[in-house]
């Protein structure tokens, strides 16, 4: 069966500082991958996804950014964080070719201070 | 554009009562439709999904959805509430890009 991990799974950071958050699935290959915010009281809101290694496409201009490594692993990171940047992000993955039913991620809470 | 309406943000009913969350979406082809479920600090739970076929869908922890294509509605039911529903309910639609569109929310708090 198919498993989702992401890490950390809580994380505090002062602005300006770095970020990468690291999501890895298992048991399927070459998964749509995608990185949703999901802010206090909000729904979610997609921030990138990926139908490869190495192709990311993102839906909202910011300061974030993503990559994908190697086949199931996907990786969110910014330079400089920002106050705004605080929230839970969600990793989630579909087959090959079906975009609409998604699997998430328990999800990472960050604060940044 | 597409979109997915909650109109409750939070509904409050007691053990063993009946539930009825409901989901208006805007889209101009037939949707494909979801519901997921988030525990406290948890991810999202697919609960039911909906492609084609037939209009009443059933889906785990004995919940079903009812897609009404003439009021444009996808209203989540469950006969009898239990304490461990408690919990946010989204839901969603597929649009033409291949992406979901998620409602708003919808938290569930369940009375003893």
């Known amino acids: 069966s198919q498993t989702i991990h992401q890490w950390p799974a809580t994380l505090v950071q002062p602005v300006g500082s770095p970020l990468s958050l690291e999501c890895t699935v298992e048991?399927?290959?070459?998964?749509?991958l995608y990185w949703y915010r999901q802010a206090a009281g909000r729904g979610l809101q997609l921030l990138f996804y990926s139908v490869g290694i190495g192709q990311i496409s993102s839906e909202v201009p910011q300061n974030l950014s993503a990559s994908r490594p190697q086949d199931r692993q996907f990786i969110l990171s910014s330079k400089k964080l920002l106050l705004s940047d605080s929230g839970f992000y969600l990793c989630a993955w579909s087959v090959t070719g079906i975009f609409y039913e998604q699997y998430f991620g328990p999800g990472t809470r960050l604060t940044v201070t | 554009a597409q979109s997915v309406t909650q109109p409750d943000i939070h509904i409050t009913v007691s053990e063993g009562a009946s539930l009825e969350l409901r989901c208006n979406y805007s889209y101009g082809a037939t949707p494909y439709l979801f519901w997921y479920v988030q525990s406290p600090g948890q991810g999202l739970q697919l609960l039911l999904k909906?492609?084609?076929?037939?209009?009443l869908v059933q889906g785990i922890k004995g919940f079903e959805a009812e897609f009404k294509r003439s009021q444009s509605s996808f209203n989540l039911r469950k006969p009898s509430v239990h304490w461990s529903d408690a919990a946010e309910y989204f839901c969603a639609v597929g649009n033409q890009g291949g992406k979901l569109i998620f409602g708003q929310g919808t938290e569930l708090s369940v009375k003893p």
């Open positions: 909906y492609f084609s076929g037939d209009t």
């Open positions: 048991g399927t290959s070459n998964p749509n």
